[in-house]
C-alpha cells in the first residue's frame, strides 16, 4: 500500500471523518446549538468541543473563567463535563438574558455566575486564581484582554482561546486581508505572538474547529 502524507489527505474528508467520531451531545445542548445555528449566533465548532471535553476531563477544575458567553451554550457545555462553578462574562444584554435563563432552565443557575459587561472593564477587578479559562470574545480585544488573563490565570492552569486562525485569513499576508478585517487580523497576529513567546506561559496552536490556542501557565 502506497505511503500518504499529510499533504495529500483531503481535508474536507478528513474533518467529516473526525465529526463521525464525535459523542452526540445532550438533548438539551444539541437543541441550544441548533437554535444558535438557526439565528447565527456564534458558538463553538464540535472539534472545540472535543478538545474542551478532553482538557476538562484531564484537569477537572473547580472553577472555571469563561470570557464571552453569548447564549450559555459553551458554559453549559463546560459545566456538563465538570463539577465547576462558572464565572463567565458577556457584553450582549440580549445574549446575556438569554444565557441566564438556559442556565436557569437546565439547572445550573447556582453553578453559573453571569456579569454584564465588557470584559476589559470587568477582569481588572475580578479577585483570585482560576485553573481554566475559555476566551472566546471579540477576536481583536485579545491582546488586550492578555494580561488581566495572565494574573487571572492559576500556576499550572490552562487557558483555551478560539478562532485564532480566523477562517484561515491569519495566513494570508497583510495585503491581501480586506482594509476593514485589518485591525483584527493584527491583533490576533500580536496575540499569537505573545502568547507563544511569553515566558509565562507554554502554548501550542492547533487547527482544530477555527483555531484553538492552549496555554499553560508555568
Known amino acids: 500500500m502506497e505511503e500518504r502524507r499529510p499533504a495529500d489527505i483531503d481535508p474536507v474528508r478528513l474533518r467529516s471523518f ?9 438533548p438539551h445542548l444539541a437543541e441550544l446549538y441548533k437554535r444558535a445555528l438557526d439565528e447565527n449566533v456564534p458558538v463553538i ?5 472535543s478538545l474542551l471535553r478532553v ?31 462558572l464565572t463567565t462574562i458577556e457584553l450582549d444584554e440580549k445574549r446575556a438574558r438569554e444565557a441566564e435563563e438556559n442556565f436557569a432552565r437546565w439547572g445550573a443557575g447556582e453553578r453559573a455566575e453571569l456579569i454584564l459587561g465588557d470584559a476589559a472593564d470587568v477582569l481588572p477587578y475580578l479577585q483570585g486564581e482560576w485553573p481554566f479559562i475559555f476566551l ?6 485579545y491582546v ?47 496575540y499569537l505572538w505573545a502568547i507563544t513567546h511569553d515566558e509565562a506561559l507554554t502554548t501550542t496552536i492547533l487547527p482544530a474547529g477555527d483555531g484553538t490556542a492552549v496555554s499553560v501557565k508555568n
Request: aromatic share 6%; hydrophobic share 40%; with cysteine.
Open 144 to 190: 488586550h484582554f492578555l494580561p488581566e488573563i495572565r494574573r487571572l490565570l492559576a500556576p499550572g492552569g490552562v487557558l483555551v482561546t478560539d478562532n485564532v486562525l480566523q477562517e484561515g485569513c491569519i495566513l494570508d499576508s497583510h495585503y491581501a486581508v480586506e482594509r476593514r478585517d485589518r485591525t483584527i487580523y493584527k491583533r490576533m497576529r500580536e
Open 55 to 85: 482538557l476538562l476531563k484531564m484537569k477537572n477544575p473547580g472553577r472555571i473563567l469563561e470570557i464571552g458567553a453569548g447564549t450559555g451554550f459553551s458554559g453549559l457545555f463546560m459545566l456538563d463535563l465538570c463539577g465547576a462553578h
Open 136 to 141: 472566546d470574545a471579540a477576536k481583536g480585544q
Open 18 to 26: 473526525l465529526l463521525s467520531m464525535e459523542q452526540e451531545l445532550p
Open 45 to 49: 465548532r464540535p472539534e472545540t468541543g
